[in-house]
């Protein structure tokens, strides 16, 4: 290999590791602490990650509403449980000001429950609860809203809301040292 050959396999090995280092990384977990601009998450799988905040963060706050106040051409985010029989029943239903990530997909890997993006179309009542369509490009699905479905909105949040014990989904980046500095956190009422 000559010397400009090698010098190229470098730059591009180093532009791939920097291209990689900026990949989002998703955090589901509960506050531990707020401690100034640093987070502390215990993880859904048991760990905790520090993370840091920086002005850019945006926080969103889950606000409860209810199913009566979900309408047609609502944009909703549903993450629901699969039955045997293939139908979807919602356990978490979060209302949109915007389309977010249009689609039907399954949730954190598992095969019994599914994340679906979607644009009401139509709403019935039905023995086992509200059945809502929802429509997204190349498709649509009919799932069951029970009354003990947790139903919200995003609203504009802020700090004092990261209280231990909150709820949290957030994107983070990696900073130097390895360190995550989050871009976006959603958190919800301490449980």
Do not use: C, W
Request: hydrophobic share 35%.
């Amino acid at each position: 290999m000559n010397k400009r050959n090698v010098t190229l396999s470098l730059a591009l090995a180093l532009l791939a590791g920097i291209a990689g280092a900026q990949t989002p990384t998703r955090v589901r977990g509960v506050v531990n602490t707020l401690d100034g601009n640093a987070l502390s998450v215990k993880s859904a799988e048991g760990k905790n990650v520090e993370i840091q905040l920086s002005e850019k963060t945006e926080i969103v706050f889950t606000q409860a509403i209810k199913l009566a106040d979900i309408k047609q051409g609502d944009f909703l985010g549903v993450t629901s449980t699969k039955r045997d029989d293939g139908s979807l029943t919602a356990f978490e239903v979060r209302r949109f000001p915007k389309p977010v990530n249009p689609g039907h997909r399954p949730f954190d890997g598992k095969s019994d429950q599914t994340m679906t993006n979607a644009t009401v179309s139509a709403m019935v009542q039905s023995a086992k609860g509200r059945e809502v369509t929802v429509t997204y490009e190349g498709g649509s699905q009919k799932i069951v809203m029970p009354e003990n479905a947790s139903i919200s909105m995003l609203v504009p949040g802020e700090r004092a809301q990261l209280k231990p014990g909150a709820p949290v989904s957030l994107t983070a980046t990696p900073a130097e040292g390895g360190r995550l500095t989050a871009l976006r956190i959603q958190v919800s009422p301490p449980q």
